[in-house]
């Protein structure tokens, strides 16, 4: 069965730092597009870094120099770097995963098909 498991999550100060990593599962995912979004309880699921197959990433401004993807095709797992946290980046984070193995960098919620459970990142001012 394929799964992709988050962790990493917890309780940190405002600038302080977190390391969320994806494990994945049931198949390989070294050859497909990958990305992370985030969500809160008032609004739908935000895009938040993206990679693609070949290492290519892309980011929100609201992440960018702050936040980096990436990923390890031998431990089948995806990371996501979070220095310099404000509570504003407060929310559950989602790691997901194309099943196809596309080129490119995608950024939209229906471009992926994989999805973990979420790990919960909580940042206090």
């Known amino acids: 069965q394929v799964k992709l498991v988050e962790s990493g999550g917890g309780l940190v100060q405002a600038g302080g730092s977190l390391k969320l990593s994806c494990a994945a599962s049931?198949?390989?995912?070294?050859?497909?597009?990958m990305a992370w979004f985030r969500e809160t309880p008032d609004k739908e699921p935000e895009f938040v870094a993206a990679?693609?197959?070949?290492?290519?990433?892309d980011y929100t401004d609201a992440v960018k120099g702050r936040f980096t993807i990436s990923r390890d095709n031998a431990k089948n797992t995806m990371y996501l770097q979070m220095n310099s946290l404000k509570p504003t980046d407060t929310a559950i984070y989602y790691c997901?995963?194309?099943?196809?193995?596309?080129?490119?960098?995608?950024?939209?919620?229906?471009?992926?098909?994989?999805w973990g459970r979420g790990t919960q990142v909580t940042v206090s001012s």
């Open positions: 990679i693609s197959r070949s290492g290519e990433t």
């Open positions: 049931g198949r390989t995912f070294s050859n497909n597009p």
């Open positions: 997901a995963a194309r099943s196809t193995q596309d080129m490119g960098v995608f950024t939209r919620r229906l471009n992926y098909y994989y």
